[in-house]
């Protein structure tokens, strides 16, 4: 099946040779090719350039040719982030919020991550990768074209194996790249547990386990106060270099513990949430510029829980690279639509659409190293796209803010 779009207004992230991320500055010139057509040959990018050199159509066999006429079109969304595979929506602790609880206290009176790991230990596999399924075609559905997805909410050793298994088969069952990520230290677990003695486990008895199997591209840890310190941090990168993992990171939630230059100076691949950020982190992560740590805001997760937005002008004057996701979780960021994500970085963080839109699809392929695979626009590569509404401009991703700005999206050149 072959396709010719034509008459497109912007075509957005489209490279002949695409770079492997933006940084600061960079951000801003994610490229629009004003006026342009975009061929797509079985299920692949053939080709593409602007409506004044088009060269014609040779060949009308099998051809569908389509009017894109005051449309932008873009790569699909790329989330660096996300907690799809999970028991139960957390609703009632939702609740309890709107009369007064806080995040905090609900997780310390044993709801939160723990709630969420017990509804987990109980639930069989099949059922859990069913249901996750489901979402992940949501997220599909919604313009997601690759996606991170954690463990996590196992919080004991047979249940975390369960969630990494059930996220291999994830992986297995949809054709867009999917990364999977260990998350070995989210919460310490009920019981005897401490912090150390529950990471050590992790990186002695699991991990192992975790590479045997082949479950695993990353770790990760939730670096914060009540949770895991720079302590159990270091023991679980040691971990993870040994056994030739990189890291993606929650660091700076609630509170900065040094976690942001930790990670840098280990090259971990990115640290997500940044929502609190000192002028150390912003340094450590611009000295460290060149191995490519991505600053990775999830604005869905502030807006959900009212807690402040990641200051993304201050990491892009400083020409740090910077990713946007989801975080979708049934906890903090119950979402997985990206569309939102862009909304909310351009209408509460300051982006610039361009910016937001190269950070949530060309810098998030980088966040979870898929670069070659998604992100842009690019020859051979798989058309996965979106189109949107008829829009004056891209800044009509947030302007309509009532309104879905995108109206189609492609995988392998399929609308879904
Ligand atoms: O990224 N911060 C840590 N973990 C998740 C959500 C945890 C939860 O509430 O389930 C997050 O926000
Ligand atoms: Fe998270």
């Known amino acids: 099946m072959r396709m010719l779009w034509k008459n497109i207004k912007g075509l957005v992230g489209a490279y002949e040779s695409p770079p492997s ?38 060949d009308w066999t099998g051809l569908e040719v389509v009017d894109c006429e005051g449309r932008y079109v873009l790569p699909a969304w790329c989330d660096s982030h996300t907690h799809l595979v999970f028991a139960a929506p ?31 230990q109980l639930m069989p596999e099949d059922q859990l990768f069913e249901e996750a399924l489901v979402r992940l075609k949501r997220a599909i559905q919604t313009g997601t074209g690759a996606i991170e997805i954690k ?3 196992g919080l004991d050793g047979e249940a975390e194996l369960k969630m990494l298994r059930v996220i291999q088969r994830l992986k297995e069952a949809v054709s867009i790249p999917v990364r999977r990520t260990f998350l070995a230290c989210h919460a310490v677990p009920e019981g005897n547990w401490t912090a150390e003695s529950w990471t050590r486990y992790a990186v002695e008895d699991l991990l192992p386990r975790v590479q045997a199997e082949g479950l695993a591209d ?9 949770y895991f310190g720079l302590e159990e941090l270091a023991l679980l990168l040691d971990g993870a270099t040994q056994h030739g993992l990189a890291a993606k990171v929650h660091v700076n939630q609630f509170n ?6 930790f990670c840098a100076n280990a090259n971990a691949v990115s640290v997500d949430h940044l929502e609190v950020l000192n002028p150390e982190d912003v340094e450590a992560l611009k000295s460290n510029a060149a191995s490519g740590t991505m600053a990775c805001a999830l604005p869905g997760c502030s807006y959900f829980l009212g807690i402040p937005y990641t200051p993304v002008r201050e990491l892009i004057q400083a020409d740090i690279p910077v990713a946007i996701a989801t975080d979708f979780n049934p906890g903090s960021a119950p979402s997985s639509n990206m569309e939102r994500v862009v909304q909310l970085a351009i209408l509460k963080m300051k982006m610039l659409p361009l910016e937001a839109l190269a950070a949530a699809t060309l810098n998030g392929a980088a966040a979870m190293d898929v670069s070659d695979r998604a992100g842009v626009i690019a020859p051979g590569r798989a ?13 009509g991703f947030a302007y309509d803010f009532g309104e879905h700005a995108v109206e189609k999206v492609f995988i392998d050149g399929i609308e879904v």
């Open 90 to 120: 957390r609703s009632k602790e939702f609740l309890s919020r709107l009369q007064g609880k806080t995040y905090h206290e609900i997780a310390e009176a044993g709801g939160g991550i723990l709630n969420s790991a017990r509804a987990l």
């Open 218 to 226: 990353y770790v990760d840890a939730f670096c914060e106060k009540g």
């Open 256 to 261: 900065a513990l040094g976690g942001v230059a």
């Open 21 to 58: 991320r933006l940084s600061g500055s960079e951000m801003a010139d994610f490229p629009v090719l004003q006026n342009a057509w975009l061929a797509i040959d079985a299920g692949k990018i053939a080709d593409f350039g602007p409506m004044e050199t088009f060269p014609g159509i040779v």
């Open 383 to 395: 058309a996965n796209i979106l189109v949107t509404k008829p829009m004056d401009g891209l800044e």
């Open 151 to 153: 463990s996590g909410y």
